[in-house]
T-cell receptor, first 113, second 112 residues
């Protein structure tokens, strides 16, 4: 089934640990995004990639890094997790240019303790 | 960057019509999207506007005025299942990149 898959679906992580959230899509979409969603703050863009090999910073990039080695995968890494990174993380993708809907993964609920 | 504003919460009665407004400020506007998000789920696409005017899709319609930086989502014949958050999002294109930025969302409660 075509779509976006995120893993894990939920995770409890000790502060200071390194964690990579995985995102894979099989729709051959060029653009991919990572958002975090917190109560009262909505979806905030962390990082994005308009095409394989390129990435850019969104609204809240500090403490996160991404890579885009190929079209399908867009992992998000927390180098040293802190409690303020407790959130629900969504990965999304769109076809090559604006004007088409973004498809979302099911989300990853991350708790940093 | 972008600044997107929408009401935090709204309540409406089953069978009624509700309008959710969204205002935005952006330097490289290239389309406005509306998404629906039920609690604990991922957002799902509802509508897209890039030109001024009204787009109708069943019980849902979306309007855009680019000169005013304004959009609304109109939901007709409200059903209990329409209770959800509605997210306004703007696609901004600039400096060779494009970003999709969301407002904080409007939580709609449909009551009997």
């Amino acid at each position: 089934i075509a779509g976006i898959t995120q893993a894990p679906t939920s995770q409890i992580l000790a502060a200071g640990r390194r964690m990579t959230l995985r995102c894979t899509q099989d729709m051959r979409h060029n653009a991919m995004y990572w958002y975090r969603q917190d109560l009262g703050l909505g979806l905030r863009l962390i990082h994005y990639s308009n095409t394989a090999g390129t990435t850019g910073k969104g609204e809240v990039p500090d403490g996160y890094s991404v890579s885009r080695a190929n079209t399908d995968d867009f992992p998000l890494t927390l180098a040293s997790a802190v409690p303020s990174q407790t959130s629900v993380y969504f990965c999304a993708s769109t076809v090559e240019y604006p004007g088409t809907e973004a498809f979302f993964g099911q989300g990853t609920r991350l708790t940093v303790v | 960057g972008q600044n997107i504003d929408q009401p935090t919460e709204m309540t409406a009665t089953e069978g009624a019509i509700v309008q959710i407004n969204c205002t935005y400020q952006t330097s490289g506007f290239n389309g406005l999207f509306w998404y629906q998000q039920h609690a604990g789920e991922a957002p799902t696409f509802l509508s897209y506007n890039v030109l001024d005017g009204l787009e109708e899709k069943g019980r849902f319609s979306s309007f855009l005025s680019r000169s005013k930086g304004y959009s609304y989502l109109l939901l007709k014949e409200l059903q209990m299942k329409d209770s959800a958050s509605y997210l306004c999002a703007v696609m901004d294109v600039g400096a060779g990149s494009y970003q999709l930025t969301f407002g904080k969302g409007t939580k709609l409660s449909v009551i009997p």
